[in-house]
């Protein structure tokens, strides 16, 4: 990860920047919520991205299930670290659609 890197509150909304920034992004999300991510698909794109559709299990800390869902998490790629994550809808249907 660069350290200009800029990540989504996907939890709160909006971005941070920075890599201190995303760690303390992530401890903060981590302590209010229990995320489960699993990569289902990978899709190159252009200008150094790469889009990774996921499902993803969003509990909380009692393990009552938030959110099951499919979502894409694109990632823009600089001297192979991250630079940017977005999260956005995927490419092709989850397997409930």
Known sequence: MTTDVEWPRAFKGGFVQGHHAVGAYWTEQWSEISPHVEP?????????RILVEVHQVVRDLAGTVLA??????????????????E???PQSPGPDA
């Open 40 to 48: 289902v698909a990978f899709h190159p794109e252009e200008g150094g």
């Open 87 to 89: 999260v956005c809808a």
């Open 68 to 85: 099951d869902e499919h979502v894409a998490h694109r990632f823009t790629l600089a001297g192979g670290l991250i630079q940017k994550m």
